[in-house]
């Protein structure tokens, strides 16, 4: 019914406005982070580079 579609897009509204707050905080703390130890987010940065491209250059030597 209407009502229910209502219920629902309500809830809906309020986990997506839930999930932006989060994310922001989230952003937020990953940006103070850098600020604070740039040169340990940089060594971080770097090493999941490395890590996704040696993942990446795996999958396409094993494909023929």
């Known amino acids: 019914s209407a009502e229910q579609f209502q219920q ?9 406005s839930n999930l932006r707050q989060q994310f922001k905080q989230s ?19 770097l090493g999941v580079g490395f890590v996704l491209g040696k993942l990446l250059n795996l999958r396409k030597s094993s494909n023929p």
């Open 8 to 16: 629902i897009a309500k809830r809906a509204e309020e986990t997506i």
């Open 27 to 45: 952003s937020e703390r990953v940006g103070q982070a850098v600020e604070e130890h740039p040169l340990a987010a940089l060594g971080t940065a």
